[in-house]
């Protein structure tokens, strides 16, 4: 994920790490990284971005049931 100040983002991410924090964290920086692999490809970001993030949204649904079983 390209962050423009990196030192501030850490700082704040630092300042997060409690599970719903960093659950948070963890959901952006997978977009993001989702997001500018597709950018990177030629795609828009207007017909990605939902897409994507429901997408990821079932993945990281899925991997909770598959920790809780």
């Known amino acids: ?3 423009n ?3 501030f ?3 704040w ?3 997060n790490r409690c599970m719903y924090g960093s659950g948070i964290f963890n959901y ?5 990284n989702l997001m500018e692999n597709e950018i990177a ?3 828009k970001v207007s017909d990605i971005a939902g ?3 429901r997408e990821l949204t079932q993945k990281v649904l899925q ?3 598959m920790v809780r079983l």
């Open 13 to 15: 991410k630092s300042k």
């Open 51 to 53: 897409k994507l993030s």
């Open 28 to 32: 952006v920086e997978r977009w993001a």
């Open 63 to 65: 991997d909770i049931c």
């Open 5 to 7: 100040d990196i030192e």
């Open 41 to 43: 490809k030629g795609a």
């Open 1 to 3: 994920m390209k962050v």
């Open 9 to 11: 983002y850490e700082s």
